[in-house]
């Protein structure tokens, strides 16, 4: 699972590094362009169907439009802004795949031990939770690996490492909830800093006007969607797994009860 979280937050850093590439080649591209159509003269009595024409096929796609706000935006603000996405969608995908991992049939699970410790007594019911995964498997493992001690060592036993299960399933949470409250003041950050530019190009001009204005409110109120947006992808995650946690343990609490009450019938029996 190490392994698996390090590809994707090398995968993410390296998608960082080439989409920057790319803001520096539109940059570039968006220059040229702009200089070719200055030294260029505009047929103004060109067909109107041909100008129509040309500017359906100037549109530019969803992938154009994220890239041209990027860049809007100030890539400075907006590169914080997307690494808070990367490490974030980096635990909550590495989360994701190990709470489903995680999840297991437990009545299946019940029905597997009981059999195995009536025709093998302990030790096949233990080597039932060894080739079984999950959390709930290796909390019946840890019990019936003290079955000896009587059925109230075995109860403490069952409490104690199902609290460290669930431990291990809230583990990354942290950092998740980190980057949902981190992307929101980025972008907070870059709405102040542009505002602060804004002010700072009335106060050299001495005037105010829009066009003066446009520019630091434009790049404050992108930064601030985007840290919004960075905040709400995550928060689904973060729910997601929370609300799959709570379930997991809820079934490891039942499935607890119900193993406890079958080593208690099998020490009658014997």
């Not at 050299?204 to 006007?209: L, T």
């Given at each position: 699972m190490k392994r698996l979280f390090a590809l994707i937050?090398?995968?993410?850093?390296?998608?960082?590094?080439?989409s920057n590439a790319v803001v520096a080649q539109d940059e570039a591209a968006t220059q040229e362009t702009t200089n070719a159509e200055a030294a260029e003269q505009v047929d103004m009595t060109a067909d109107p169907v041909e100008e129509t024409a040309a500017a359906a096929e100037g549109g530019k796609s969803l992938h154009s439009q994220l890239k041209q706000k990027f860049i809007e935006g100030n890539p400075t603000f907006m590169s914080f802004v997307l690494i808070a996405l990367i490490l974030g969608l980096a635990f909550a995908i590495e989360r994701v795949l190990y709470?489903?991992?995680?999840?297991?049939?437990?009545?299946?699970?019940?029905?597997?031990?009981?059999?195995?410790?009536?025709?093998?007594?302990?030790?096949?019911?233990?080597?039932?939770?060894?080739?079984?995964?999950?959390?709930?498997?290796?909390?019946?493992?840890?019990?019936l690996d003290r079955f000896d001690h009587g059925i109230d060592?075995?109860?403490?036993?069952?409490?104690?490492?199902?609290?460290?299960?669930?431990?291990?399933?809230?583990?990354?949470?942290?950092?998740?909830?980190?980057?949902?409250?981190?992307?929101?003041?980025?972008?907070?950050?870059?709405?102040?800093?542009?505002?602060?530019?804004?002010?700072?190009?009335?106060?050299?001009?001495?005037?105010?006007?829009?066009?003066?204005?446009?520019?630091?409110?434009?790049?404050?109120?992108?930064?601030?969607?985007?840290?919004?947006?960075?905040?709400?992808?995550?928060?689904?995650f973060y729910n997601y797994c929370v609300a799959k946690i709570d379930s997991i343990i809820n079934n490891m609490e039942d499935a607890s009860i119900s193993f406890l009450d079958l080593l208690v019938k099998h020490n009658l029996k014997k």
């Open positions: 937050a090398v995968t993410g850093m390296l998608f960082f590094m080439a709470l489903n991992l995680a999840t297991s049939n437990t009545k299946k699970l019940l029905a597997n031990v009981e059999e195995a410790l009536q025709s093998g007594g302990v030790e096949a019911a233990k080597e039932v939770c060894r080739k079984t995964r999950g959390p709930v498997a290796s909390i019946f493992y840890q019990g060592v075995v109860e403490k036993s069952i409490i104690s490492y199902g609290g460290v299960q669930a431990g291990l399933l809230e583990k990354g949470l942290s950092w998740i909830a980190l980057f949902i409250a981190l992307a929101p003041m980025l972008g907070f950050m870059g709405t102040v800093i542009g505002m602060i530019g804004a002010f700072d190009a009335i106060e050299v001009a001495g005037d105010i006007s829009p066009s003066l204005v446009a520019g630091g409110i434009k790049v404050a109120l992108i930064t601030t969607v985007s840290g919004l947006l960075v905040a709400i992808i995550l928060q689904i």
